[in-house]
């Protein structure tokens, strides 16, 4: 494990007119933080199980620097110039490596998951003709695409919590099938959301993709964007009885089940829909953003209300919903802002925003806004709001350059955060990391400073 140097350093975040500025306080620094290097990074998702162990999934190039004398590499990407070497790891509630897991071949994470027994799923995207997962205990684990042509898929893979795969399988229907997110439904389904491409008329278009796969990973249902227009899934989450909320954007037309909306502009509109567990979708509500924009993640409350966060032109957008689809309040960032979210988590009363923004004005329900400036070209951020959607706090980081807010998991009183950088300095209040490549970090933060 390494651990970051302590330095003496600040946030440069700035107040406007129209905001507030962050008070000292209010840029902790973590208990803890960890770090890993490689040619290239995509750091992708967190969860945590009951124990507080840690599991974080992302994608590297060719090479994974884990510590001064543990490096893992893919042969078959050394000249790739993209990450695409799919990894998973565990560390324990300090921070300390167990296993780490990872696939040869082509591939991308999309997510991990830990269902009610204590299994580890993840899914993720498939470029290659097969992937070689290599287990903890170095055994491998042979996947091939069936030949009939698919030039990509998903990939599942459950894991034990020592590392061991137990099962992984292969999902195509020769639609170049890319998955955004997924959830463990109550009964231990699979439901993942994402998009389709295929070429008409010369042309490339995207709709969107719902898939059902029960516990043995066999699908029971999928649901699809027809041919007009264009759409995409980006966010999903259950509900207790097993219902399915998701949500994402559309350009022109979208058409779901007997649900058809038109979009006359050609820019992109945010929809959130309601699916219950057969798949037959329960409701859609495309009304509660005016302006062009698109949801990005989502999580139920312990009232079956849904928060929403995602873009409205650009613009940090925040809501929540009835468990009708009822628009309960919606707030929008209305200065200049470009913010992109990673993840809603939902703490007793409260919840919290995860992202990244090269600026931001995070907007709330009463007339208090805070404008984050960035210290390089991007910050990561997590943010506190009440269920009425009143700002509570925003914490961020950054160096030089640009950094990145990927997922975050909540534990306790503690957050966990994963993220990584395209450059060499990632700063929180007075903690720095120093490295000469690409780096994935995870820090630990105490939510009750």
């Known amino acids: 494990m390494r651990i970051s140097l302590l330095l003496l350093l600040y946030f440069s975040i700035q107040s406007l007119g129209f905001g507030q500025e962050l008070d000292q306080s209010t840029r902790i620094d973590p208990e803890w933080v960890i770090d890993f290097q490689s040619r290239g990074f995509i750091a992708d998702d967190i ?3 009951d124990w507080g162990n840690i599991y974080s999934t992302g994608s590297f190039n060719a090479e994974l620097q884990l510590n001064d004398s543990f490096q893992i590499r893919n042969p078959n990407a050394q000249y790739d110039m993209i990450p695409n070497t799919y990894f998973l790891m565990k560390h324990d509630s300090s921070g300390n490596l167990l ?4 696939a040869i071949g082509k591939s991308r994470s999309r997510g991990v998951e830990i269902d009610a027994q204590g299994y580890i799923y993840t899914i993720g995207n ?3 003709s097969r992937l070689d997962f290599i287990s903890s205990n170095n055994s491998i684990s042979y996947l091939e695409k069936p030949r009939t042509g698919a030039s990509r898929g998903i990939f599942i893979c459950k894991y034990d919590s020592l590392g061991n795969i ?3 399988h292969f999902h195509s229907n020769n639609e170049m099938e890319d998955p955004q997110d997924f959830k463990i439904d109550r009964d231990n389904n699979l439901i993942i959301a994402g998009n389709i491409f295929y070429n008409e ?25 027809n041919g007009k227009g264009r759409s995409h899934m980006l966010g999903i989450t259950t509900d207790k009885k097993g219902n399915i909320y998701a949500t994402g954007g559309y350009w022109d037309y979208l058409k779901i ?5 038109l979009f006359e502009n050609e820019a992109q509109k945010s929809f959130i829909s309601k699916f219950n567990p057969e798949g037959q979708l329960l409701w859609i509500n495309t009304k509660f953003n005016p302006y062009s924009g698109v949801g990005t993640v989502l999580n139920i409350d312990a009232k079956n209300h849904i928060i929403l966060a995602g873009s409205s032109s650009s613009n940090l957008m925040v809501a929540r919903f009835k468990r009708n689809g009822k628009l309960k309040w919606w707030i929008r960032a209305d200065k200049g802002s470009s913010t ?11 919840f919290f925003i995860i992202g990244a923004t090269t600026k931001s004005l995070f907007p709330s329900t009463d007339t208090k806004t805070i404008y984050l400036k960035p210290n390089g070209g991007q910050d990561f951020f997590f943010t506190q709001y009440n269920l009425k959607g009143k700002l509570l706090s925003v914490h961020s980081g950054g160096g030089n350059i640009s950094d990145y807010g990927d997922a975050a998991a909540i534990y306790g009183q503690n957050l966990y955060f994963l993220g990584h950088v395209l450059g060499n300095r990632t700063f929180f209040k007075s903690k720095v ?7 994935m970090w995870i820090s630990k933060f105490q939510l009750s400073k």
């Open 166 to 168: 137990l099962k992984s």
């Open 47 to 49: 969860a945590i199980d």
């Open 257 to 261: 089940e007997n649900d058809s909306f």
């Open 99 to 102: 296993w780490v897991n990872y």
């Open 340 to 350: 992109y979210t990673s993840k809603v988590l939902i703490k007793d009363k409260t």
């Open 433 to 439: 990391i120093n490295n000469k490549d690409y780096t």
């Open 126 to 128: 498939v470029f290659s």
């Open 201 to 225: 008329n010369n042309e490339l278009k995207r709709n969107y993709l719902l898939l059902k796969f029960n516990a043995n990973m066999e699908l029971v249902w999928q649901r699809k964007g």
